[in-house]
């Protein structure tokens, strides 16, 4: 896994984030004046999260543009950080949050919404936590953290795919979605597998961000 922030000079706040040949780029704006005006909300902020796949990021070649799936992963990475930055700090006011996946192995949403979490924190907005963010999931009889796209798409043994996200420090989870079949017993496993992995995400994501606060302090 590699972490970094303020890696986008023309954003207020940045971040990447890679585990293992996942990739996500996340630039933040903000807080400023909310627009289009009708989404303005008078007693707190409003996050709008934009996520796209570059073309490159995949073999096929991804398809230019926002499709259902983009919009969706848009929402849920939305939801998340509505949850972690305190949003009633700023009324009358837009964050806007734009992620791209610059390589794509499975797992990309948990990549941008832990991107996403640390190019906030980066932007100096107000948070309860960051969010460390995972995929974990069911392959045969094994219960995994950070499946691969081939890992994924593994039908013969019926795959199972859990994104996950965690505000370690409050104990709270963020995001959580499943696609194929669980037992309830093992969706709790794959909870345990996913906060222990969200707390090796959590110490690099403190780590690159002291690092950067650091540097600055010195120049
Ligand atoms: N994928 C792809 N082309 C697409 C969309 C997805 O090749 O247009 C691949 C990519 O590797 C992605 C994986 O399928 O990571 C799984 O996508 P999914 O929708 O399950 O979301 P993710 O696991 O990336 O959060």
């Known amino acids: ?44 902020g409003i996050i709008l999260c934009k996520y796209d796949m570059m073309p490159f ?51 990309t949403r948990c990549a941008s919404l832990t ?9 100096g907005l107000p948070m309860r936590d960051l969010v460390a963010s995972v ?23 019926a795959a199972t795919d859990v994104p996950m996200g965690f505000l370690p420090s409050k104990n709270e989870i963020v995001l959580l979605q499943l696609d194929g079949k669980v037992t309830r017993e093992d969706l709790r496993k794959i909870i345990e597998i996913g906060k222990m992995g969200a707390a090796r995400i959590y110490e690099l994501e403190k780590k690159a961000l002291k690092r950067r606060f650091l540097n ?3 120049t």
Do not use: W
């Not at 949050?97 to 192995?105: C, E, F, K």
């Not at 991107?115 to 932007?123: E, K, V």
């Open 115 to 123: 991107a996403a979490s640390m190019a906030c924190a980066d932007a």
């Open 1 to 44: 896994m590699e972490a970094e922030t303020g890696i986008i000079e023309n954003a207020n706040g940045s971040a990447r984030f890679k585990i293992g040949k996942t990739e996500a780029i996340a630039a933040v704006y903000g807080p400023s004046e909310v627009k289009p005006k009708h989404l303005e909300k008078v007693d707190r």
């Open 57 to 107: 990021s995949v073999p096929d070649r991804a398809k230019p543009g926002i499709d259902r799936r983009d919009m969706e992963i848009g929402e849920v990475i939305t939801n998340a950080l509505n949850r972690a930055v305190l949003l009633e700090e700023m009324p009358r006011s837009m964050i806007a949050v734009n992620v791209y996946v610059s390589q794509a192995d499975a797992g």
């Open 135 to 157: 995929a974990g999931g069911k392959i045969g009889d094994s219960i995994c953290l950070d499946l691969t796209k081939e890992e994924e798409d593994f039908h013969e043994a």
């Open 216 to 218: 600055e302090s010195k």
